[in-house]
């Protein structure tokens, strides 16, 4: 089905602002919503952000909305999430994820391909 792979992680103080990328080497990406989701230490993983394969919409968890920016970049075949001031709570590791459906799913079962991670750290 391809590949999702996420970079750009780091260790960053509070406050500090962090930009993943994350490439695909997916056949028809722009035909794929594309999302990212976190898990941190001992929970489950969540929904963080995703972007529809027109690029016209966007969705974002409560927790991150308004600090969290997801786009994508077709020519490219990749997808960003540039974070802003960032807090301890968003430590975690990151992972890509691509749907083919033509809708937003928050769900991690609705996600076909996932990327490895890439580890955030926001220290204090």
């Known amino acids: 089905q391809g590949q999702l792979v996420e970079s750009g992680g780091g260790l960053v103080q509070v406050g500090d602002s962090l930009r993943l990328t994350c490439a695909a080497s997916?056949?028809?990406?722009?035909?794929?919503?594309m999302a990212w989701f976190r898990q941190a230490p001992g929970k489950e993983r969540e929904f963080v952000a995703a972007i529809h394969w027109s690029g016209a919409t966007t969705h974002y968890a409560d927790a991150v909305r308004g600090r969290f920016t997801i786009s994508r970049e077709k020519v490219k075949n990749a997808v960003y999430l540039q974070m802003d001031s960032l807090m301890p709570e968003d430590t975690a590791v990151y992972y890509c994820a691509a749907d083919q459906s033509s809708y937003i799913h928050v769900e991690r079962d609705a996600y076909v391909i996932w990327g490895q991670g890439t580890q955030v750290t926001v220290s204090s």
């Open positions: 997916i056949r028809n990406f722009g035909s794929y919503t």
